[in-house]
């Protein structure tokens, strides 16, 4: 505890109400509409490109749009599609013979229609009043502040709420918006500023083009007549990336060094990750009064003045890390939201150790595991599919699923799955199962079973352990290690297999080891030089997990050397003299698992280990030790 108020002295790790921020709006919209979901069985289609048109009318809070929706289809015969739209009216569509809606679903038959692989398109002319409460800060299209400030906020299901739309994340497109606003006004879209053109009306139309694939819930704009751009650049692999944040000019000053580091961080992530997703585009922030922030391709928007605390960097490489999982590499479906906000939340912790080491890394750590352990909601439910997308089981939990896979493949086999991924999925869309393919497939094991109990299974491991310890010759000393496991199983809580390190502190120094512990209830012997004096567990936190240490003891006296004679170490082992007394016999393996245990009889003078595989053993009995081949 000491140890962890120092760092925090140096550094700060932002509270459970500040990381609260991230996902606090997005869950109370989302609860509204869990079940606001659309079946995909019937998109025949894939889109390929928006061209999305909107002139904005301040004064009357609404717009004249059009969209240009080009598609390819999947199948021959392709004679209708569908999108999703909420609210405004319908002028016409182009390349249509009719259309109807169906409460948000608004479907288009084709004028001609496709065969597989051919390509269409529609143009869909609407207007209205601007339509909100569909995304997560609310939804929609924003008129705020009289209309100094125009913006969009989509996820989840938002963009439907001011452009017709495929509105899942499973269909990537590319983007050009052009948006006509007074003059006056500086818009700022996704990906790059194509032109800006003035024209006869004294309105100007801003084109910002996003040629890399994009999800529908990324897909924004800002308008403002109060903008300032703050400029910086990254260097990236030898390329400039310009950084632009559009920020009120009259708070330009307070937010330029909390945005400082913001290359530090991309040419950072661009090492452990691979290359920033969108070069020869931009990176930046737009200043919005949404209810925290969001990554928004290329722009992510947030909130200047919601309470980051004093230091903003863990939130500003939280949402940059999105550009990479949740931009990049999107969700498949919503179920698997934790490849998104886990990710992101990992992120905090990488840029957290990248700036302060090792103590950087365990306490930021120290505060994500307490975060989840104080919150987890009752009954537990798992990261996979949640009951709710947004909370401590999404961002913490799967931050810290990502720790302890770090811990069980090594440092250089997760950052090498990491980049995998990317590579694997860019600009595309990725499941938990393709996620886990790769962690198999880079680290050479088959690691279903950690998936299976930290990612589609509730809960956590509470541990409790206890240490007996005895002397087995002049400088080496016996520990036997308890640990169970008393976690409920109720809701499929399971009993959770994984390496558990202890560090072991003697008279002669310390020593670590680890051992797999996969039951309710394990005892486990290892050898130590010196007496023993502390033993802890989990000592570098890899762990989410809760733990009580129930106390420990000592044997006195010297462990007997125990006399086997093997008769070829097949089926028994063989005492040179019978017993004199009942004992019981405990047998591990040579990694320290307790294989099985054993009363013998008084005058018994043989010990059978026909099950036991082939192998070495050792034997710890009441005040004597031996060991075997079983051969």
Do not use: C
């Not at 491991?461 to 240490?467: A, G, K, T, V």
């Not at 080496?476 to 009993?495: A, E, L, R």
């Not at 099985?596 to 003078?605: C, F, N, Q």
Request: no cysteine; aromatic share 16%; hydrophobic share 40%.
């Amino acid at each position: 505890m000491n140890l962890i108020f120092g760092l925090l002295l140096v550094f700060q790790v932002p509270t459970y109400a500040q990381h609260k921020l991230l996902w606090e709006s997005k869950a109370r919209f989302y609860k509204a509409f869990k079940n606001l979901t659309y079946e995909d069985t019937l998109h025949n289609f894939d889109v390929i490109h928006y061209g999305i048109h909107v002139r904005l009318d301040i004064p009357n809070e609404s717009i004249y749009a059009y969209n240009e929706v080009q598609f390819r289809s999947k199948i021959d015969n392709l004679n209708s599609i569908f999108l999703h739209l909420i609210g405004y009216q319908i002028d016409s569509i182009a390349g249509a013979n009719s259309y109807s809606r169906d409460d948000s679903v608004l479907n288009i038959n084709l004028q001609t229609p496709l065969n597989a692989n051919d390509t269409g398109e529609v143009t869909i002319y609407y207007h209205g009043h601007a339509q909100t409460g569909g995304g997560v800060f609310g939804g929609g299209l924003h008129f705020y502040n009289s209309g100094h400030l125009v913006f969009i906020d989509d996820e989840p299901y938002g963009a439907k709420r001011w452009v017709p739309i495929y509105d899942l994340p499973s269909d990537k497109a590319t983007v050009d918006q052009y948006i006509t606003v007074p003059n006056g006004y500086t818009v700022v879209a996704n990906g790059s500023l194509v032109d800006s053109t003035l024209n006869n009306d004294n309105t100007v139309t801003f084109h910002w083009r996003e040629r890399y694939q994009i999800a529908n819930y990324l897909i924004v704009f800002a308008a403002s007549d109060q903008f300032a751009i703050l400029r910086d650049s990254a260097i990236i692999d030898g390329e400039v990336l310009p950084i632009l944040n559009y920020f009120e000019a009259s708070d330009t000053a307070r937010l330029r060094p909390k945005f400082a580091r913001t290359p530090d961080m991309l040419e950072f992530l661009s090492q452990i990750y691979g290359t920033y997703p969108y070069m020869g585009e931009k990176y930046g922030h737009v200043s919005t009064p949404i209810g925290g922030a969001m990554e928004n391709q290329t722009n992510t928007f947030i909130n200047t003045r919601a309470n980051w605390g004093t230091n903003w960097d863990w939130v500003i490489v939280h949402e940059m890390g999105h550009q990479w999982w949740g931009d990049w590499v999107t969700l498949g479906t919503w179920a698997d939201i934790w490849l998104n906000e886990g990710f992101a939340t990992y992120t905090e912790v990488l840029w957290s150790e990248h700036r302060y080491g090792n103590s950087g890394l365990r306490a930021y750590m120290t505060q994500i595991f307490q975060e989840y352990l104080n919150y987890e909601p009752y009954p537990p439910y798992p990261i996979y599919n949640p009951n709710y997308m947004w909370g401590v089981v999404v961002y913490q939990k799967g931050a810290s699923v990502l720790h302890m896979l770090r811990y069980i493949v090594g440092d250089s086999t997760f950052f090498q799955i990491l980049r995998a991924y990317g590579e694997m999925y860019a600009y595309g869309n990725a499941v938990t199962s393709e996620f886990m393919h790769v962690v198999d497939s880079i680290s050479g094991q088959n690691l279903d079973w950690f998936f299976d109990e930290w990612v589609f299974a509730p809960g956590h491991p509470i541990y409790r352990y206890s240490y007996t310890s005895y002397p087995v010759s002049d400088d080496t000393f016996g520990v036997d290690i308890t640990v169970d496991q008393i976690q409920s199983h109720s809701y499929g809580v399971p009993t959770y297999k994984m390496p558990i390190q202890f560090k072991i502190a003697t008279n002669q120094g310390v020593s670590y080891i680890t051992v797999w512990d996969s039951l309710d209830h394990q005892t486990f012997t290892v050898f130590v030089e010196g007496h023993p004096s502390t033993i802890i567990f989990d000592p570098n936190q890899w762990i989410l997990e809760e733990h009580t240490f129930l106390g420990s003891s000592e044997t006195p006296g010297m462990l007997k050397d125990l006399d086997l004679v093997s008769n070829a170490g097949k089926d028994f082992v063989q005492f040179s003299i019978p017993l004199s007394k009942d004992a019981k016999f405990r047998i591990y393996d040579v990694s320290g698992r307790l294989i099985k245990s054993v009363l013998l009889r008084k005058g018994t003078s043989r010990l059978n280990i026909s099950s036991l595989k082939t192998g070495f053993y050792f034997v710890i009995g009441d005040n004597f030790k031996g060991e075997f081949l079983k051969y």
